[in-house]
């Protein structure tokens, strides 16, 4: 994804591990 890694460190923190898995 084009997304920078940093929004996605607190996306994972987040969503819980099978949401994870579905992205």
């Known amino acids: ?3 920078p ?3 996605m460190i607190p996306v ?3 969503l ?3 949401a994870l898995r579905k992205n």
């Open 1 to 3: 994804l084009p997304q």
């Open 12 to 14: 994972r923190f987040r």
């Open 16 to 18: 819980p591990a099978p």
């Open 5 to 7: 890694s940093k929004l």
